[in-house]
Nanobody, 122 residues
Framework: QVQLVESGGGLVQAGGSLRLSCVTSGRTFSRYALAWFRQAPGKEREFVAGISWSGGSTYYADSVKGRFTISRDNAKNTVYLQMNSLKPEDTAVYYC???????????????WGQGTQVTVSS
């Protein structure tokens, strides 16, 4: 397992941007698929974006496609989520996750960060 620490959350107005970062520990970072999930109050955790171990493949939930971009820097053991054109419905706690399989299912990720709050005001 790896340890993951998210940062970059905060309060932003609708239409604004934020960039989340997730720094991981461990020498095998470059071998993991990574993903961002989010959980709003009273709702289940949902997939947001994922990236393969090489960074060559990215995939997104329909609700964020065209607005969010996931990327990774294996030299810095860091994965990013650039969020543009934010909407109030993007308000949630955002989690990064690491696993061996590029997937949209939370069960396929064995390591999770503690989460960072993103709040979008209207």
């Amino acid at each position: 397992q790896v340890q993951l620490v998210e940062s970059g959350g905060g309060l932003v107005q609708a239409g604004g941007s934020l960039r989340l970062s997730c720094v991981t520990s461990g020498r095998t970072f470059s071998r993991y698929a990574l993903a961002w999930f989010r959980q709003a109050p009273g709702k289940e955790r949902e997939f947001v974006a994922g990236i393969s171990w090489s960074g060559g493949s990215t995939y997104y939930a329909d609700s964020v496609k065209g607005r969010f971009t996931i990327s990774r820097d294996n030299a810095k053991n860091t994965v990013y989520l650039q969020m543009n054109s934010l909407k109030p419905e993007d308000t949630a706690v955002y989690y990064c996750a690491a696993g061996w399989l590029a997937s949209r299912k939370s069960a396929d990720f064995g390591s999770w960060g503690q989460g960072t709050q993103v709040t979008v005001s209207s």
